[in-house]
């Protein structure tokens, strides 16, 4: 039996988050696997009740889990309400932090039945491994008398071990590395290169290249399909792989999976609350269903219970299915694509 911590949040994520359920009860019925889930109150959902974006409850429902689904925060953007006030640093930044998750897989693919906005990617297969708990997102932010500083700081230690999870995986991909920094101007990519470097002298059947973030911004929508396996710190990872989300179609496509060293997961998509489609079951729900298909792959090694999700998503897109944000064929709501997916796991 698996036990589940589950954190709607904000926006689309209770919206999103009910249909990657229907998909796991799916997944229980035909695998036989027992999953039991625990409702906690995260963001500002958690401030309406708590008053405080993280409360203790959620953290003891976190901490006896053996993995999180996420759902997302925060409010309408530039909000000043009290409630939505740094609420995605008290609530998503501090559950990175309070779990030292340091690794986030942001897996992107094109999908051969949906068009993409560049006219020729090629088959895109790109996954981008990005340090979470550390650099300038950690660092202190201030502003006094009229001057802002946030402090960026990556220890060597810090690069080799995301360095060490990017190259591992490349291991079992197209062994190919691009490690992305900003080492003209910066001391931390100068430290990135180095330890980079390094730590790719113990896997030299990776081949890898560094590439400064700028060129790589523009390197990705002219040639997306020459990268494999993207390295990069928390501040590039969170804005590239935002710029690839575009490739597989829309933000609300892309699962991803926040990792610590002792392999305790939090899965999420890679999107935000999107306040703007809030309450219209109108999101669409595939990055949150197969952010929950990540959950079984890394925290519970379930490989049959992942393919069958990966499948019932290709299965909904070929047959037609598509929320608006990708729309071109049978525009459906949230829950009717969630059903969709459901229905087809019995499938495979
Ligand atoms: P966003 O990611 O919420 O939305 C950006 C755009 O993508 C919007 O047009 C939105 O409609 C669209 N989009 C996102 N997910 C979608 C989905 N599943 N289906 C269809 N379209 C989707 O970013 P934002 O608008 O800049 O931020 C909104 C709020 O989310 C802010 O309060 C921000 O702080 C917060 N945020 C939270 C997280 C998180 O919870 N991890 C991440 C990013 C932003």
Redesign the pocket.
Known sequence: MKKIAILS?D??GPE?MVQALKVLNAISQIYGTEFKFFDALIGGAAWDEYRDHFPDETRRICNEADAILFG????P?GSDEEK?RN??VNS?LALRKAFNFNVNLRPVKTHEDLPCVLKDPGDVDILCVRELAGGIYFGTHEINDGVARDVMEYSSSEIESISRVAFEFAMKRAKKVTSIDKANVLACGRLWREVVTRVAKDFPDVEYEHMLVDNAAMQIMKNPSRFDTLLMPNMFGDIISDELSVLAG???MLPSASINTEGFGLY??S???????AGKDI??PI?MILSGAMMLRYSFNMDKEYEAIMKAVDSALRDGYR?A?IADGKVVSTSVMGDVIAKAISNF
């Open positions: 949040g926006g689309i999103v997302s925060v925060g409010g953007v939505w609420c995605e998503i829309s933000l609300g999420e998509p999107g935000g609350s999107a306040q703007d489609i999101a669409n990055g929320t944000d």
